[in-house]
């Protein structure tokens, strides 16, 4: 029985050594090479794979390299009864909050304005506003927005999160389903987008939301390109009504040369990069995953593949 390794410009190599180390009997076959098709049970995907998936007869489970599955979920003809597990690394964490903490800070604190100011020779300062007086919003409490949200609590944000159920987590106010989003949106100076991307969240940051934010709102994007329209952001940000934007994730990746955002004054872009996934402790986690199937105990992170997270 074996896995198989079909991550989309992903060098297999380091990651066969890793998951060897943790599981030495695991028969490992990298895409497209494939010697034994009935003998796959689990297949470790990333990136925009496509495969005929009626030859892996023995599948027991889809492993996403990521947190996001949303690769998976748009497979043709995926066998539905087949759980998918999404990488359930703290690791992602721990990317995630320093992406998260230093893109507030830039803005809260003036920097895109300073960097301006630099490129143009001004000595002028900025006021400075307290973190108490400052309200960022997350869109997304699971398990990177909760820690980001707390993260932020901790500098003395005054911070607020959105989610599909309402949830307690202190010091945090917190929004729920579609009717708490507008009221959520309103009040938020800074929001940070760490959503599934799903088909109730996809273009969910289009213009018509985006205006319901405070004017010169700052948008953090790291969670998935589907969830912006580029350019209704782009629009916003030329009128004035978003004052910048951090994105880290986009309609298209890589990032089209020609694409407008590269250049803007007003945006940062990153290749989808805020929280990369460590070898060593994914290699871990998806292992982990790997024993409690075969030895039929309950998997963790397993995707509700009604609500596509
Ligand atoms: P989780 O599944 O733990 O959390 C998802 C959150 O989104 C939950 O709070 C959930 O609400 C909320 N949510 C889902 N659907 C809706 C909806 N329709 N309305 C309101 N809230 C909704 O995900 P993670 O925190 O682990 O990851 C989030 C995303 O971040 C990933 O899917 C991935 O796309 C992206 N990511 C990006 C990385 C990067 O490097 N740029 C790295 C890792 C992840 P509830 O709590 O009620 O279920
Ligand atoms: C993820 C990602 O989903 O890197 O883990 O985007």
Redesign the pocket.
């Known amino acids: 029985m074996s896995l198989v390794f079909a991550c989309v410009d992903i060098p297999p190599e380091p990651w066969v050594k890793a998951l060897k180390k943790e599981l030495p009997n695991l028969e490992i076959e990298v895409w497209p090479n494939i010697k034994n098709p009935d003998e796959v049970e689990f297949a470790l995907l990333w990136g925009d794979w496509s495969a005929d998936l009626t030859r892996f007869s023995n599948l027991q489970a889809f492993l996403s390299l ?5 690769h998976i979920l748009a497979l043709d003809h995926r066998p539905v009864h087949i759980p998918i597990v ?3 690394d703290p690791f ?1 964490q721990t ?2 909050i320093e ?1 998260v903490i230093f893109n507030v800070l830039r803005f809260h604190r003036n920097f895109q304005t300073y960097e301006k100011q630099q490129s143009e020779k001004h000595w002028i300062e900025q006021p400075q506003v307290s973190p108490s007086k400052r309200s960022v919003g997350l ?9 980001c949200a707390k993260a932020l609590v901790n500098l003395g944000f005054d911070v607020s ?7 307690k987590i202190d010091k945090v106010k917190v929004f ?3 009717h708490g ?1 507008n009221q959520f949106l309103s009040q938020s100076e800074i929001i940070i987008c ?5 088909s ?2 996809k273009k ?1 940051l289009n213009e018509e939301n985006l205006k319901k934010l405070p004017p010169g709102s700052f948008v953090i994007n ?3 390109g589907g969830h912006v329209v580029e350019n209704d952001l782009l629009k916003l940000l030329n009128n004035g009504h978003i004052g910048g934007a951090a994105l ?2 986009f309609e298209t990746e890589p990032l089209p040369k020609e694409n407008l955002l590269w250049t803007h004054p007003k945006v940062t872009v990153t290749p ?6 460590n070898l060593e402790s994914a290699a871990k986690a998806i292992s982990e995953t790997i024993y409690c199937s075969r030895n039929g105990l309950p998997l963790q992170n397993v ?1 509700d593949p009604i ?3």
């Open positions: 990521g947190a996001g599955v949303d999404r990488l359930g992602l990317g995630m992406y869109m997304g409490l699971g398990s990177l927005g909760t820690a999160g959105w989610s599909r159920r309402a949830k729920s389903g579609e989003l760490l959503l599934p991307l799903t109730k969240t969910i790291a969670a998935r880290d994730v989808h990069v805020a929280a990369l996934v995707v609500e596509g997270y």
